[in-house]
Each structure stands twice: as C-alpha cells, then as structure tokens.
C-alpha cells in the first residue's frame, strides 16, 4: 500500500495526528484536575 499517493504528505498527516494528540491530552488532564486533584485539594467543583 502506498497511501503517500492519495495524500498530502507525511508531514501533513503527521501535523493533524499531533494536534488530535494535543488536544486529547489537553483533555485528560482537564478531567483529571477535576475529578481527582481539585477535590483532595478541598476546592469545590
């Protein structure tokens, strides 16, 4: 298979995986503060 053909480039795709990646752990660590880490801190949600 040579998807490179129908694409971009690598570094194309590999820009939007990235920004996906970002955001995704962006994401986990927002929810982790809000439920695990701002409650044992004593700060109500």
Do not use: K
Not at 11 to 38: G, P, R, S
């Amino acid at each position: 298979m040579h998807l490179e053909s129908f694409r971009p480039g690598p570094a194309h795709t590999e820009e939007i995986e990235m920004d996906w990646l970002w955001i995704a752990v962006a994401f986990a660590v927002w929810w982790a503060l809000q439920a695990w880490v701002l409650p044992r801190l004593g700060v109500s949600t």
